[in-house]
């Protein structure tokens, strides 16, 4: 009976360890590779265009605040 908890044991710790080992592998692979440059491009890219949008935002506030015609900025560039 002991043995067969044991082999219970071994076996359920085989199957853990391959099923760590290929998530593993999909992980550094080229699969998983693609996916972290492409999550990485979409997070810069929202990064960038949350950036952009405050920026904009604060020069607009500035314009209004120093009187400056913001109608005259955006037609000019």
Do not use: C, Y
């Not at 760590?20 to 592998?25: D, L, M």
């Not at 999909?26 to 979409?42: I, K, M």
């Not at 890219?45 to 950036?51: E, G, I, L």
Request: charged share 25%; glycine share 10%; net charge positive.
């Amino acid at each position: 009976m002991k043995r067969l908890i044991w082999m219970g044991a071994g076996i359920a710790i085989g199957v853990l360890a391959v099923r760590k080992i290929s998530a593993t592998k999909q992980t550094f692979g080229p699969e998983g590779l693609n996916r972290a440059v492409a999550s990485l491009a979409d997070s810069v890219a929202d990064f960038t265009h949350t950036f952009r949008t405050g920026m904009t935002e604060r020069e607009a506030d500035l314009r209004a605040a120093l009187g400056i015609d913001s109608a005259d900025h955006v037609n000019n560039r």
